[in-house]
């Protein structure tokens, strides 16, 4: 019985101890979704401009990369390997805003449930201020990392759906440069399955 109470204050305390770190991943959560925000604004401008610096950065290495001479026997294989590398890198930058989506709520839970404990443990001393203040933390938690978790939402289904129309016209691009550089109509593995079949 003495063992189970133990076991009980201990996880208690632990739990008690992490309320600390939760209200600072959220506050950090926070400020991480306020700069991604920004960024997101002001990639939402230049598109709405009709312009998109994944593409131009994505253009300007193509650009450089089918200038050069030293190595137009393996051109497709440079291309395809930065082709692949550049989306890559997108889906990496949406992997990060997916990250704010998981962790806001599993934040905003851990808030509300340690405080609410504290707060049973203070009504059941007969503290009504103590307990009124974890009810309070309790809500403002939950909310909190709810609301991070819906902006991250909604910005990774835009972002989403920019990076699949850059995906596309990346690989047109790509297509192109190799059509452009070689003179030819079809792509070489292409013409081997043509051959194949």
Partial sequence: MHLVAGLETFLYVLSSVLLVPVIIGLVLLVFWIVIFFGGFLREYLE??????????RYISTLNSETSATDHTHDLDIILERHLQKTELDLVKSVDKIRFAIRVGPALG????????????????????????GSMVTAFTTVVVGLACSVCAYVMSLIKEKWIRADMREMEFLTERAFRKTHGCCSHPAREVEDAVS
């Fill in 47 to 56: 598109r709405r401009r009709g312009r998109s610096s994944t593409l131009e």
């Fill in 109 to 132: 839970l851990m808030g509300t449930l340690i405080p609410m404990g504290i707060s049973l443990s203070a009504l059941a001393q007969g503290d009504m201020p103590k307990m009124a």
